[in-house]
């Protein structure tokens, strides 16, 4: 007879443990789902895994890392603030398309004005754009207590909607042969997001990342702030006691997480991707949520996941183009990932005792 | 612009195909959140049925079978669910959501397949006289079984929950796990069945959409339904003829903004394609003031310590 027994406290090694289990039983389990595809399932862990990092072509793979890794880790550290205190934005794949807008609009409207003051402007416009969508659930909150988690994914809808928009109406490239999207803000000089190092992939998103992951770290570590957003999610009466204002909570972690996530799609609009078209978002937003939770909640620890999430993205299109794995096969591996992750969260907080229950 | 285009009758009537989907995933998350569960995996096993019964109906030629299969695939989704909150106590909302991003990507992945495929239609029922009565027959009597069978499904589960001995132990679940653990109750086996059943509604719902709404297959096609659907749970401030009430409603604005896109109004398609979501906010708001009839233990894992 297995009994689960509650732990006085978190295991520490556990918890450190978990991601690494986790990671470990979904790769055995998308062997299998790969096998039943009819793929060689080492073959294809190897080309998820390995190829991008040590491959034949990997000089060309491993600055695409920082690309895809920058934004999943810049959102995934928004959304940590606010799963420590129970505040759940879902909704950061809006935030990140507004953004996108708001930046992106800024840039156009300057064209073909050269200045070095453009992009930083972009920057801010970008990141005011994702505050302000995130606003909208944060505010319906503080006032009228509606649930934050649907308010934000309905948002999302909205935001792909005006993306749709933008994509065909206003933002439309008037020398663009009427084809959807805007003009490329690669050719743009004063918008453009370049590499700082050329062919690096290491563009400011990446520094705009690790930037964030130190800011968090410290938030949650050194300031009264971050005491508070631990505190509220671990102890919601105690932090009534001891006078944390969930208002201001509230309006924090989503702005934040708003703003973070704002930028993130800045970055791709004026960096590798380059201009504003319909399919523009690609679901980091919602793969930032997996990314959060598989670095624990902890700024280091998403840097981490975030790199790992962004070599599946990589090893998933290679995958694709060799063994012919169908592309949603690696969204259902990164799902799964998820899954064996809470489900082996059981043993930081729980301890499982074999034998039958002593008498107290 | 050409309203006059648009016939009443057969709005109303396509109203009510447009509802039934939401109807479906909603009663069955209506009766998961009286048990005191939040399952945010209505959009994953919605998509799961979507292509499971548009596959079975496809390969079988029988939509029924396809509803069957679509059920039988939720529950199995929200099995896992299931395992991860009340074995793994696991958080419900971070369960939740694993579970809508696993169906999206899974049911992606069993789709592939059936990319551009019609299949097999489902009978219109055709009652002599009624179905041919003017206004009142294609309105009331000229509708697919299911659509039916989603409104049998409403009249049940609050004659079972209003009524009898079993909705009473649900609901107690849902109120308070430790008092209702402390009579007897198997609070983790109530709550399992109570997922499942849950997890069968929105298969069914889905399904709905692809077998007969749209009907065809396409990836991601539920496009949030899944998650109206919750919000009308709250609409309905967890009483079973208010979701009827508000899976009309949205229904209807879908179909009506839906009609005013063919119609050609100066408001440009994508502003009207926001309209459902932006009603489903604004409703949500006027809404949440009155928290009072929320299942007390919404949201909390139960684990028996002794």
Redesign the interface.
Known sequence: MIRLEKRPQPSRAWSLATPLVAVLATMVAGGLLFAVLGKDPLEAIRTIFWEPLFGEFAFYYRPQLLVKGAPLVLIAIGLSLGFKAGIWNIGAEGQYIMGALFGAGVGLAFYPHEAWYIFPLMVIAGGFGGWVWAMIPAYLKTRFGTNEILVSLMLVYVAEQFLASMALGLMKNPEGFGFPGSRNLQQYESAYNADLIAGSGMHWGVVAALIAVIFAYVLLNRHMVGYHIRLTGEAPRAAKFAGVNPTRLILFCLGTSGILAGLAGLFEVSGPSGQVSIDFNVGYGFTAIIVAFLGRLHPVGILLAGGLMALTYIGGDIAQANLQLPSSAIQVFQGMLLFFLLAFDLLTNFRLSFGKPEVA | MDLSAINPILLIASLMVAATPLLFAAIGELVVEKAGVLN?GVEGMMIIGAIAGFATAVESGSPLLGFVAAAVAGAVLSV?FA??TQ?????Q???G??LT??????S??LG?NYVGIKPPQMEKLDIPLLSDLPVVGPILFGHDVMLYVAIVLIAAVWAVIKFTRAGLVLRAVGENHDAAHALGYKVVKIRILAILFGGACAGLGGAYISLIRVPQWT?GMT??IG??A??LV?FASWKPWRVLLGAYLFGGVTVVQLNLQAAGVAI?V??L??SP??I??LV??IL??D?SSAPAALGRNF?A?R
């Open positions: 945010l896992l395992i991860l074995f793994a106590q696991a958080n909302v971070a369960s959501l694993s991003l696993f169906g999206l990507g899974f992606a992945l592939q990836e496009a949030g998650w109206i919750l919000a709250v440009p994508e502003y394609a926001m979501y932006l489903t906010i949500l708001v949440s003031a928290k684990h310590s």
